[in-house]
């Protein structure tokens, strides 16, 4: 089992920053990526980036592609997501996910327990 602790979120004004940790506990399976979700309230959990564990590759949501970055430190197991010149509507409760494929068919999914990002006007 893959438990995940999300960290750093907060209250930030528009135009700050604000950056995000989620450390993934030791498995005996290897990650194959990670990434963050966001859930505003009454709204479904969006997509926001995710970085592949062996490549690094990473991907991102259009509104948040010149803000956000997110990195990875393979050996602390742990996903950061740095966000900048942060806007009000990225108000949301932030989760990390971890991905875990052991093949084609076989694929898991680890949530953490969600840090609040506030951004006020």
């Known amino acids: 089992q893959v438990q995940l602790v999300e960290s750093g979120g907060g209250l930030a004004q528009a135009g700050g920053s604000l950056r995000l940790s989620c450390a993934a506990s030791d498995s005996t399976f290897e990650i194959y990526a990670m990434g963050w979700f966001r859930q505003a309230p009454g709204k479904e959990r969006e997509f926001v980036a995710t970085i592949n564990w062996s490549g690094g590759s990473t991907d991102y949501t259009d509104s948040v592609k010149d803000r956000f970055t997110i990195s990875r430190d393979n050996a602390k197991r742990t996903v950061y997501l740095q966000m900048s010149s942060l806007k009000p509507e990225d108000t949301a409760v932030y989760y990390c996910?971890?991905?875990?494929?052991?093949?084609?068919?076989?694929?898991?999914?680890?949530w953490g327990q969600g840090t609040q990002v506030t951004v006020s006007s």
């Open positions: 996910k971890s991905t875990i494929r052991l093949s084609d068919a076989t694929t898991y999914h680890y």
